[in-house]
């Protein structure tokens, strides 16, 4: 069993930036594939980024490419998401996710989500 616990969220105003953190448990953290997901009230949820376990491959939505960044520690069994430029439809609660290979493919362990509000 694989347990997430996400932080770094809150409110910033349009153009700041914020920082979320997964803390991940569990001894097969490093073949698992991370990601990070977000739900904005009333959408479905969405794929913001994801990071393969296998070559460290990395992938964004369209929406969050060139201000999101995506990166995980294996020893410290962590994945972080710098957010940069934010802007007020990135509000949304954005929850830490972990797959077998990549999270692109299907998410087998979810954290219960961190808030993150975007002032204009």
């Known amino acids: 069993q694989v347990q997430l616990v996400e932080s770094g969220g809150g409110l910033v105003q349009a153009g700041g930036s914020l920082r979320l953190s997964c803390a991940a448990s569990g001894r097969i953290f490093t073949r698992l594939g991370m990601g990070w997901f977000r739900q904005a009230p009333g959408k479905e949820r969405e794929l913001v980024a994801g990071?393969?376990?296998?070559?460290?491959?990395?992938y964004y939505a369209d929406s969050v490419k060139g201000r999101f960044v995506i990166s995980r520690g294996n020893a410290t069994n962590t994945v972080h998401l710098q957010m940069n430029s934010l802007r007020p439809e990135d509000t949304a609660v954005y929850f830490c996710?972990?797959?077998?290979?990549?999270?692109?493919?299907?998410?087998?362990?979810w954290g219960k989500g961190t808030l993150v509000t975007i002032a204009s």
């Open positions: 990071i393969n376990w296998n070559n460290n491959n990395t």
């Open positions: 996710a972990a797959g077998i290979f990549s999270v692109s493919i299907g998410v087998n362990f």
